[in-house]
């Protein structure tokens, strides 16, 4: 079983910028893949950024170049750096773990707004 702790969330202007961060429960090295997730009000949960076990990391069409996702195997947490946010990035951020199962963190609100 993996838990996972999210923080960093809050209210930003446009064009600014927040780091979140998911601590997970077991080495992130091992787990098979590890990234984030949103829902918008009214909207679909949709894909942020996922990286695997080796390092490789995918991107939602509509956060490339903006958003960078890294980790720290030493902390065994994720980090998703947001920059040039924009409004329509505002929603609720999950940390997401696939490992034997699919596991999810509590979420987390980023408010992008002047």
């Known amino acids: 079983q993996v838990q996972l702790v999210e923080s960093g969330g809050g209210l930003v202007q446009p064009g600014g910028s927040l780091r979140l961060s998911c601590a997970a429960s077991?080495?992130?090295?091992?787990?098979?893949?590890m990234g984030w997730y949103r829902q918008a009000p009214g909207k679909q949960r949709e894909l942020v950024a996922v990286m695997t076990t080796i390092g490789r990391t995918n991107y939602g069409d509509s956060v490339k170049g903006r958003f960078t996702l890294s980790r720290d195997n030493a902390k065994s947490t994720v980090y998703l750096q947001m920059n040039s946010l924009r409004p329509d990035d505002t929603a609720v951020y999950y940390c997401n773990a696939v490992d034997e199962e699919d596991y999810w963190g509590q979420g987390i609100q980023v408010t992008v707004s002047s």
């Open positions: 077991k080495p992130v090295y091992s787990i098979r893949a």
